[in-house]
């Protein structure tokens, strides 16, 4: 007897889990496979415009490296001024970017000061227990109504008591009801004499309590200049080389002191500079990984004591009268009220724990899964940068039960990561930021360029791209940041070039927990330098910003690197807001 094969049709449910899988697979293998597909489609480099050339490294000592395949840039020594007087310094791509970096640098400059003496006398610096800050009248006398500015003076004093004659100290103000979960940040204004303003925009009605905080003596923003000048190597990093059983280890940075042979791992595409010290017996080929290598603390007789918790690091400032006052319904007849020392507003603020913007968006509350399922519902979401970023991602996979991850092994904490909903038709995937990345071991074929990835994104209208990129770059010269914006920027504008649909949400960096390794190495004055150079840059393009600084100041929960879920999840919102604008429908 003849054995009988009997042919079984597969169920609907079992036809979408093979879908599924085949689908997976194939965006894993185009997620990891993304410079060779474009190596293999583009069978003419890029053309000859100078936007688009490898800047040229300052190494001086830099060997070429003729095995290394990521790169064919040969470093040589600029004969331009070094305005760092260091060994990290880059020759722009062109001049435009070299007069684009030019204006942000002076855009940011801080107030000059003095050099620090030696040894540095603590008591000449900014002491916020001898500091006070001071509520001015309003216009209407001792009254205040909801729409107008509310103005503060602050006079900083030494340790010694005595008035300070100059500025430049860090200082950050906000207004807030805790009761009321209302919260919003104030324009804080250097007036060059000792004396600071801060003015805040009335949006409550009921108590409103200010609250002034000095985060640096202008002395400890001189230390923190200096080491991202003289010192842009002290976090550094490593990288493993290996060839059958042989395996050497070495250093590895963006600014590499020119000690011995260096592998140039520039990027061919962007010319984002990354270099190791040559191994003695193997080929740069050989590089396998980078990891974070460690961090050197290099500081002058008593600079230590500028970055001490309740001394002179976010401290409070105290007030010397009345530090709250109590907000009046708006008038009707109430026309508006402009300062005549800051020429913008804050972004948004907070009330009854939810942040409602000022800059024309409607923020939604998705206070469950089937709401943000419904917004996210056929999108495509990629996001890249840092941990900051990696954030939205983890909130999406808990809020969302059917948005699945698919485990691709990678690193913990280091990606690439993809989440996918395929009865929904929605797909999340997250990546970190290329060098420099203080992170877990990471194989050397997963550091990827936000730049070039954005380059291998199809865009439109389903598609959304996130990207956040700063906390990384603490201990560099601003040009190395600005740098790495720029070929963004151009990468952001070629992508809604091609697909003006596209959604681009970028997130700012945000305050945190200070201590004096921190300060060292990520310190909030950098980061709001970062905040502004990326404010101007990407003015007048096509995107959204998440205002993470704003949004951590506002709030009364402790600043940290990654902000609670109370404060994410009213980022998502916005995120999700912007992705949905539509009114009404599924909003709770």
Not at 237 to 258: A, D, I, W, Y
Not at 273 to 292: T, V
Not at 439 to 461: F, H, K, P
Request: charged share 20%; glycine share 6%; proline share 7%.
């Amino acid at each position: 007897m003849k054995a009988i094969m009997k042919a079984r049709v597969c169920t609907r449910k079992e036809f979408s889990a093979i879908f599924l899988f085949l689908a997976v697979l194939v965006f894993t293998f185009l997620l990891r496979n993304t410079d060779v597909l474009k190596a293999q489609t583009q069978s003419k480099p890029p053309p000859p415009h100078t936007s688009l050339l490898p800047r040229q490294p300052v190494c001086p000592g830099c060997k070429s490296q003729t095995k290394v395949k990521s790169t064919i840039i040969v470093p040589k020594v600029s004969s331009e001024p070094d305005m760092h007087h260091s060994f990290c310094t880059f020759q722009p791509r062109s001049p435009e970017d070299a007069l684009e970096e030019r204006r942000l640098l002076d855009s940011i400059a801080w107030p000059e000061a003095p050099p620090l003496s030696d040894p540095l006398s603590l008591n000449q610096t900014s002491d916020p227990a001898h500091s006070t800050f001071t509520i001015l009248p309003g216009r209407t006398g001792g009254q205040w109504h909801v729409g107008d500015q509310l103005e503060v003076m602050i006079k900083m004093s030494d340790f010694h008591g005595r008035p300070k004659k100059s500025g430049g100290d860090f200082l950050v103000a906000r207004l807030h009801n805790q009761k009321l979960g209302a919260g919003v940040v104030g324009k804080v204004v250097d007036h060059h004499n000792g004396s600071y303003s801060a003015v805040f925009s009335l949006l409550w009605e009921g108590d409103a309590q200010v609250e002034v905080m000095l985060v640096h003596p202008r002395e400890a923003i001189q230390v923190l200049n200096r080491l991202n000048s003289e010192q842009p190597d002290r976090i550094y990093f490593k990288s493993v080389f290996q060839s059958g059983s042989l395996s050497e280890t070495t250093f590895c940075n963006v600014c590499l002191r020119p000690t011995q042979p260096l592998c140039n791992y520039t990027d061919l595409h962007t010319g984002e500079p990354w270099f190791c010290y040559k191994p003695k017996k193997l080929s740069c080929d050989a590089r396998i990984n980078h990891a974070m290598g460690g961090f050197n603390q290099d500081l002058n007789a008593n600079e230590d004591k500028l970055f001490q918790s309740g001394v002179n690091m976010k401290v409070s400032i105290r007030a010397s009268g009345p530090a709250s006052v109590t907000v009046l319904p708006k008038k009707q007849d109430q026309s508006e009220v402009k300062s005549s020392i800051v020429t913008s507003g804050p972004s948004g603020y907070y009330y009854q724990g939810v942040w409602r913007a000022l800059d024309g968006t409607t923020v939604h509350q998705f206070n469950d899964a089937s709401a943000i399922t419904q917004c996210l519902k056929g999108k495509v979401v990629h996001m890249y940068g840092d941990s900051t970023v990696r954030q939205f991602y983890e909130y999406l996979n808990t809020a969302l039960p059917d948005l699945k991850e698919f485990d691709l092994h990678s690193p913990q904490k280091a990606g690439p990561y993809i989440s996918l909903d395929y009865a929904n038709n929605i797909l999340v995937t997250s990546r970190f930021h290329g060098p420099p990345i203080r992170i877990v071991v990471v194989s050397t074929s997963e550091l990827r360029y936000i730049a070039n990835e954005l380059d291998g994104v199809i865009g439109g209208t389903n598609t959304v791209v996130v990207f956040g990129v700063w906390a990384h770059f603490g201990t560099l010269p601003m040009e190395i940041y600005i740098r790495r914006l720029q070929n963004i920027h151009r990468a952001v504008v070629r992508l809604l070039d091609r697909s003006p649909g596209t959604l681009v949400v970028i997130r700012t960096g945000n305050l945190k927990a200070l201590t004096l390794t921190v300060s060292l190495t990520n310190s909030d004055w950098h980061s709001l330098q970062c905040n502004n150079v990326l404010r101007t840059m990407f003015k007048g393009l096509n995107v959204r910003l998440i205002d993470a600084w704003e949004m951590v100041l506002a709030h009364h929960l402790p600043h940290d690197l990654h902000p609670p879920p109370p404060i994410i999840k009213n980022m998502v919102n916005i995120l999700l807001s912007h992705i949905c604008p539509q009114k009404g429908g599924w909003w709770g």
